[in-house]
């Protein structure tokens, strides 16, 4: 495992809506010729370096998937400078990369090669990957036939298979059970140990705390607080059970 880093500064992703309040593409808003442009994410700036373990709190439409989604490298800044080194590993939903009609195996190899595995690395890691999803038979059906915890199983552990530098969660480790839960905690403790990095959002804290030692506070799209876990969570929960 090389040494990732994460460097972010003045970062910022909008969106665009129709008079619909439908999302629309830059080419469709100049055609309807009226749309209406929100910043999801906004001066955003942050440095992670090998080791961190951040956990990305804050409600609903804070920004946070849209920061993980970044990282990963399924959205890119509209403004600002965004550096991440290293192999990315990414959970960012149950449903990504995953064809209701294929196996587990097929979609493992599938889901291997667009991690960036050649087809026979893929094909040669398959064992090993049944092997880590613990999934045994089900390994071998249709993923339509798949709960949402076996997909997040079977996509945690094509992610993990790559050894990433950066590993990013996304809320599906929370619809995984406590068995497969702890095989995440253990794997990104192992990977921080290793010089890694994860980051991970959540609404579960108890178990972000269980591998993250920092904490970012996001609200309407900023950074509201930076700072160790159990700081900002509180300042978080504070200020949210003042608001209700």
């Given at each position: 495992m090389s040494a990732g880093s994460i460097s972010a500064e003045g970062v910022g992703v909008s969106f665009l809506f129709d008079r619909h309040q439908r999302a629309v593409t830059p080419a469709l808003a100049r055609l309807r010729r009226t749309s209406t442009r929100?910043?999801?994410?906004h001066e955003m700036g942050f440095t992670i370096g090998p080791g961190e373990g951040v956990a990305?709190?804050?409600?609903?439409g804070s920004g946070k998937t849209t920061v993980l989604r970044l990282i990963a490298g399924v959205l890119s800044p509209d403004a600002g400078r965004l550096d991440v080194r290293g192999q990315v590993g990414s959970l960012l939903s149950t449903e990504a990369g995953?064809?209701?009609l294929l196996t587990g195996r097929e979609n493992a190899a599938l889901l291997g090669v667009l991690a960036g595995m050649s087809r026979a690395e893929a094909e040669a890691a398959l064992e090993q990957i049944k092997l880590a999803t613990h999934l045994e038979d089900a390994f071998e059906r249709p993923v339509l036939s798949y709960s949402e915890g076996?997909?997040?199983?079977?996509?945690?552990?094509?992610?993990d298979h790559t050894g990433p530098d950066?590993?990013?969660?996304?809320?599906?480790h929370e619809a995984l059970d406590h068995e497969f839960r702890q095989i995440v905690a253990d794997r990104a403790h192992a990977s921080l140990e290793a010089g890694?990095?994860?980051?991970?959002?959540g609404h579960d804290h108890p178990l972000l705390a269980t591998f993250c030692d920092r904490a970012l506070w996001l609200a309407?799209?900023?950074?509201?607080a930076d700072g160790p876990f159990e700081e900002i969570r509180q300042a978080y929960l504070n200020e949210?059970?003042?608001d209700s």
């Open positions: 929100t910043w999801g994410v990305l709190i804050g409600p609903s995953l064809l209701g076996m997909k997040a199983r079977l996509g945690f552990a094509v992610a950066v590993m990013v969660l996304d809320e599906v890694g990095i994860v980051v991970a959002a309407d799209g900023r950074i509201a949210a059970s003042i």
